[in-house]
């Protein structure tokens, strides 16, 4: 049905937020755990059973309940896949505020939850600033009604920032609203080399500067990043001439002026090159091609587990000593593991993948605690843009001082006083 400018889109939709609520209900009476699950692509174990958990899956609320062309607000069901949103967007002439390798599968309910980052936030902020309103099932099936679609609105505490990132341990997303920017056409992707950091974060500061607002993405990789890719994915060819390099960077600009833009691009990249910042690069003729600079990118995960066992650490750190830990964590396991780093430079995002053959009680020690402690020490965060989950709730006193995660257990207390929602995840176990 459209009304104006308005599209409401949902049709009678068989699962709903109620039926989410007779479930919470019925085992917070009973004492049963629940894991809140989307697409199940998260990467700490956040939406996995640990023991006997009840899995409430959300992917039958799939439902786009409304959009309005005028200011750009999206209003759908927490278990929409991100790429069916994205693509519904499309034909609407607007973008998600949030892309990510995972899209095909992980749904904006888990999106939301996590707080995922992803590939653009450099350009389009991060969800607590993108999330207008939540709907959000409590454990104990009361249905918290907060899906506003205002851009302001200062009536009180603004609860909904709590189950953002509160990985499913608070409440269950059933309906999300968020502003959506509009699609704009005239889209460049470069992939340069640089051949040291302080060249990469030199052009983070220049593109910053020189690109201004059509500065879309800033992403990194370094050369072993490149190799796992060209080793392990088929069909993925490097771009430029097969000189090392030990750094490559993915620019992508999003703006309204083919030409201004285009010239605006160039005009960066031949002041970088005069300057000495990058060593080679190429700037994609067409879509193909730059869909093909993104798959460089995007395919390291994958890439990574075609490779064997991986130790995942995804690190908020200050841009200049970002790589250090990545040189260090080399010297500390010398010959014995593939320690690779990429990721969002542009957000002060790190992904430091460590590659083995196999599983090893041995390479984890000489990993942890001092990736944590290097970490702390250098007031950063453990976990940029994964959360905690499972995997790393233990680790919380490494970014969080004790008083602080004593306020997030009193908060889990008062909204879970059974403790049924999502155990073992986010807060330390013990
Ligand atoms: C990425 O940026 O590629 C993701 O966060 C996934 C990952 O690091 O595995
Ligand atoms: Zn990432």
């Known amino acids: 049905m459209k009304s104006g400018w308005r599209l409401q ?3 009678g939709c068989t699962n709903t937020k109620a039926q989410v609520s007779q479930i919470l209900k019925y085992c917070n009476s009973r004492c049963l755990a629940v894991v809140p699950q989307g697409g199940n692509t998260g990467l700490v174990g956040g939406s996995v059973p640990v023991f006997d958990e009840v899995i409430v899956n959300m992917s039958l609320m799939n439902n786009i309940i409304s959009f309005d062309k005028v200011s750009g607000i999206l209003v759908c069901e927490g278990g929409c896949i991100l790429e069916n949103l994205i693509t519904f967007l499309d034909n609407q002439g607007f973008i998600m505020p949030l892309d990510l390798g995972a899209k095909g599968s992980c749904q904006i309910g888990g999106n939301v939850s996590t707080n995922a980052g992803g590939l653009r936030l450099v350009r389009y902020g991060s969800l607590h600033g993108n999330v207008l309103g939540l709907e959000v099932v409590l454990a104990d099936g009361n249905v918290i009604d907060m899906l506003g679609t205002l851009r302001k609105d200062n009536t009180g505490y603004d609860l909904k920032h709590l189950f953002i990132g509160s990985e ?9 609203s968020i502003l959506t920017p509009p699609k704009l056409f005239s889209v460049n992707v470069a992939f340069l080399a640089c051949s040291d950091y302080f ?12 690109l201004g607002e059509i500065l879309s993405a800033f992403e990194f990789l370094d050369s072993k990043s490149l190799d796992l890719v060209l080793n392990h994915l088929d069909g993925v060819r490097n771009p430029l001439p097969p000189t090392v390099h030990k750094f490559y960077i993915l620019i992508e600009t999003t703006g309204s002026d083919e030409t201004y833009d285009r010239q605006k691009l160039e005009g960066f990249l031949l002041h970088a090159m005069e300057a000495g910042l990058i060593s080679d690069g190429a700037l994609a003729q067409d879509i193909n091609q730059a869909s093909s600079f993104w798959h460089i990118r995007e395919g390291i995960p994958e890439a990574l587990m075609k490779a064997g066992a991986v130790y995942k650490y995804d690190l908020s750190l200050p841009v200049e000593k ?13 010959d014995s593991a593939n320690v690779v780093g990429y990721g969002h430079l542009g957000d002060g995002n790190l992904h430091l993948n460590i590659s083995t053959a196999q599983y090893d009680d041995g390479i984890l020690t000489q990993i942890e605690p001092f990736v944590y402690e290097w970490t702390s020490k250098h007031h950063g965060s453990i976990s940029a843009e994964h959360g905690l989950g499972l995997m790393k709730a233990n680790e919380i006193f490494y970014s969080k001082p004790t008083a602080t995660v004593s306020l997030m257990a009193s908060i889990k207390k008062m ?7 999502n155990p073992y995840k986010v807060l330390p176990h013990s």
């Open 199 to 210: 060249s990469c974060q030199k052009l983070l500061m220049e593109a910053k500067r020189k």
């Open 322 to 334: 970002m790589y250090d830990l990545v040189e260090e964590m080399r010297t500390r396991l010398s």
């Open 415 to 421: 909204l879970d006083p059974k403790g049924i929602l």
């Open 9 to 11: 889109i949902q049709t």
């Open 168 to 176: 499913g341990s608070l409440g269950i997303v059933t309906k999300v």
